[in-house]
C-alpha cells in the first residue's frame, strides 16, 4: 500500500515539474517578445537564402556607373600655353564640339568679331567651348586687345611662333574652325558674328 502511494507521489511530482518547466519556458518567451515588440528570428538554416533587410548589399554602391572618358581625336592632339601663363591641352575638348578662332591682335576683322564672342563664349563655355589662337603679333599687343573686347574670360591660346597656325593651315586671319563632337572639322573659313552665334547655337543643341 505505501509502495503504490509512494509511486503515484512520485509520478505526480514528475507531471508537476514538467509542466512547471514548460509554464517557464512559455513565460520566457512572452518576456522576449514583451521587451524587443518581436521574436528573435529563427536561425537561417544551410542552404537558403539569407532574409530580406530592404537595403543594399555593402559595397554594391547606389550611383550611375562610370563613364568612360572620350577618345581624343587627332585633331584636338596639341597644347600650348594661353596669354595669362598657363598650360593648355585641347584634349580636354574630346568629345563635345570646339571652336578656335584664329585672330591677330591688328587685325580690323578680328575686333569686329571679338564682341560676338566675348558676348557668346561664357553662354556656352560648358557646351561649345570658343577658344581664342593668337598669332602675328607680340605678346603686349595680344594681351591689351584681350582686354580692350572683354575676351579675359575666354582661354586665349598665345601662339606668336605660329605652331598651331601651321597645323591647321590657316594663312590669313580672321579664321574660325569649328570641331564637332566626333572630331571631325564642319568648317575652316570666315564668320561674322550672326553666322557664328547661328553655328555655336546649332552645336549646343546637336
Keep these: 500500500?505505501?509502495?503504490?502511494?509512494?509511486?503515484g507521489w512520485r509520478s505526480r511530482v514528475g507531471v508537476a515539474r514538467r509542466v512547471g518547466t514548460a509554464a517557464a519556458l512559455t513565460a520566457a518567451l512572452l518576456g522576449a517578445v514583451s521587451c524587443t515588440g518581436t521574436a528573435d528570428p529563427a536561425p537561417a538554416v544551410a542552404g537558403t537564402a539569407p532574409a530580406a533587410t530592404g537595403?543594399?548589399?555593402a559595397g554594391t554602391g547606389t550611383g550611375s556607373p562610370s563613364v568612360a572618358p572620350a577618345p581624343?581625336?587627332?585633331?584636338l592632339r596639341f597644347t600650348g600655353t594661353t596669354l595669362t601663363g598657363t598650360a593648355f591641352d585641347?584634349?580636354?575638348?574630346?568629345?563635345?564640339?570646339?571652336?578656335?578662332w584664329f585672330w591677330a591682335p591688328w587685325c580690323a576683322t578680328c575686333a569686329s568679331?571679338?564682341?560676338?564672342?566675348?558676348?557668346?563664349?561664357?553662354k556656352y563655355r560648358d557646351t561649345v567651348p570658343i577658344v581664342g589662337v593668337a598669332g602675328l603679333g607680340e605678346q603686349r599687343a595680344m594681351k591689351e586687345f584681350v582686354t580692350e573686347f572683354d575676351l579675359a574670360g575666354t582661354t586665349q591660346v598665345d601662339d606668336r611662333k605660329g605652331a598651331l597656325w601651321k597645323r591647321f593651315k590657316v594663312t590669313e586671319q580672321s579664321i574660325f574652325v569649328i570641331i564637332d563632337r566626333t572630331g571631325t572639322v564642319v568648317h575652316q573659313g570666315f564668320l561674322d558674328g550672326e553666322a557664328l552665334s547661328a553655328r555655336v547655337a546649332a552645336l549646343a543643341g546637336a
Excluded: C, N, Y
Excluded at 500500500?1 to 509511486?7: L, P, V
Excluded at 568679331?113 to 561664357?122: D, F, G, S
Design 55 to 57: 537595403t543594399a548589399p
Design 72 to 75: 581624343v581625336p587627332d585633331v
Design 90 to 100: 585641347a584634349a580636354q575638348f574630346a568629345g563635345k564640339p570646339v571652336v578656335l
Design 113 to 122: 568679331q571679338a564682341w560676338t564672342v566675348a558676348e557668346i563664349a561664357p
Design 1 to 7: 500500500m505505501r509502495s503504490w502511494h509512494a509511486r
